[in-house]
């Protein structure tokens, strides 16, 4: 027998929930790094330096039915509105008078537990009764990660380790990468190029065996 079906749902600052009619088809993440390479003489090629790491995002189309169609005992086709649920969406793009900004919202599905801003909401009506009640809908939801500045961690989830590991150099890795992968920054290959002795970043090497320490 499989388990019980877990539906998604966000998570707003505050303590409010909002869990989805239906769980998403599929979701996309997107993560990007600011990365530059300088050309010095004497150098067979160019020396990469990372700058900066971007703000993650999350893509994903939920989808709303209230529509009650026509049976034995009622004819009649009937339903609620569905904006009752699309537009507790569409609230979490407008600044909370107590907080003085947007809420940060958590979207829970699963493994994946992302935490951010909600930049964009677009609705599709694509159903109505005869007096034009909506009754059915697709939500286009857009979410971006946020950076706190004081702790220096962006607002996802993300996984360090509590005990120095021993970690083995792969193919075509840097240390910003393994940094990224193994603490969720790519900033902390300073964490790691410390630990280890590394004076220039890109002088590691496949094989190579590193020491990945606690935070």
């Keep these: 027998m499989g388990g019980s079906l877990t539906k998604a749902k966000l998570q707003i600052e505050g303590g409010d ?67 009752e649920y699309t537009k507790k969406l569409t609230k979490l793009t407008l600044i909370d008078g107590t907080l003085h900004r947007v ?52 607002g996802f989830p993300l996984e360090s380790p509590d005990r120095t590991k021993v970690y083995t150099v792969l193919q075509g890795e840097a240390l910003w990468s393994i940094a990224a992968r193994e603490y969720g920054q790519p900033g902390y290959w300073r964490v790691i190029a410390k630990e280890n002795g590394i004076l220039n970043p890109l002088e590691i090497l496949p094989g190579q065996i590193l020491k990945l320490p606690p935070l």
């Design 17 to 83: 929930e909002f869990e989805v009619q239906f769980n998403p088809a599929e979701y996309s993440l997107d993560s990007s790094i600011k990365y530059s390479e300088k050309t010095v003489p004497g150098q067979d090629g160019p020396i990469g330096q990372y700058i900066a790491g971007n703000s993650s995002s999350l893509s994903l189309t939920l989808y709303f039915d209230t529509y009650q169609p026509p049976t034995l005992d009622n004819q009649a086709e009937g339903g609620t509105d569905v904006t």
């Design 103 to 154: 809420p940060l919202v958590t979207f829970l599905w699963g493994s994946l537990q992302f935490c951010g801003v909600i930049i964009s909401v677009k609705e599709s009506y694509t159903m109505f009764l005869s007096n034009g009640m909506p009754v059915r809908a697709k939500v286009s939801l857009s979410m971006k990660s946020f950076y706190d500045a004081d702790t220096g961690k962006r």
